[in-house]
T-cell receptor
Framework: GAGVSQSPSNKVTEKGKDVELRCDPI?????LYWYRQSLGQGLEFLIY????????KSGLPSDRFSAERTGGSVSTLTIQRTQQEDSAVYLC???????????FGQGTRLTVV | GNSVTQMEGPVTLSEEAFLTINCTYT??????LFWYVQYPGEGLQLLLK?????DKGSNKGFEATYRKETTSFHLEKGSVQVSDSAVYFC??????????FGGGTRLMVKP
């Protein structure tokens, strides 16, 4: 597609349920990033993919969070047993080659009730 | 590790005032530096960038100069408009392609 696409755009879930967030990067972009933005806060790094591998998972807040990327394209971020503190906007970005900018999706707003 | 520190907001200015948002960084090697902007209800978009020392990035009247000696990348604009009201994020990308963001600075411009 023309830009980074994230789905769903909004998700309301009950505490304890699992959720899957999807990111479709710009075609051909090899690098993919997930960030979390809590209300009024900055961007918290979660995980970075180069192709299908994740050189840096250091930002994942707990073992309830996991992410995968298949075929060097689509990525899913899974949150198991959601908690209220997981409520935030989850942002995905992708980047092409060296010295190119990262393009962000519109984000998924997750609300855990 | 890498880190980006930017001035806390909100910054409130009158239209046509001069804007400075400070940004300093800590990084190994020679990172690329960026300013991203998030307008109300929209996603982040790149505003400007600089990839090496003494480079000046500019766009839409905004400027920032990569100062290696002071590890800074301050954002400036000579005359702000109401439409510039947004949250501004300073960021760096290191050789390992990690993107690290500052905490964001909210700018509010009043007519």
């Amino acid at each position: 597609g023309a830009g980074v696409s994230q789905s769903p755009s909004n998700k309301v879930t009950e505490k304890g349920k699992d959720v899957e967030l999807r990111c479709d990067p710009i075609s051909g972009h090899t690098a993919l990033y997930w960030y979390r933005q809590s209300l009024g806060q900055g961007l918290e790094f979660l995980i970075y993919f180069q192709g299908n591998s994740a050189p840096d998972k250091s930002g994942l807040p707990s073992d309830r969070f996991s992410a995968e990327r298949t075929g060097g394209s689509v990525s899913t971020l899974t949150i198991q047993r959601t908690q209220q503190e997981d409520s935030a906007v989850y942002l995905c970005a992708s980047r092409g080659g060296a010295n190119t900018e990262a393009f962000f999706g519109q984000g998924t707003r997750l609300t855990v009730v | 590790g890498n880190s980006v520190t930017q001035m806390e907001g909100p910054v409130t200015l009158s239209e046509e005032a001069f804007l400075t948002i400070n940004c300093t960084y800590t990084a190994t090697g020679y990172p690329s530096l960026f300013w991203y902007v998030q307008y109300p209800g929209e996603g982040l978009q790149l505003l400007l960038k600089a990839t090496k020392a003494d480079d000046k990035g500019s766009n839409k009247g905004f400027e920032a100069t990569y100062r290696k000696e002071t590890t800074s990348f301050h954002l400036e604009k000579g005359s702000v408009q109401v439409s510039d009201s947004a949250v501004y994020f300073c960021a760096l990308r290191n050789a390992g392609n990690m993107l690290t963001f500052g905490g964001g600075t909210r700018l509010m411009v009043k007519p």
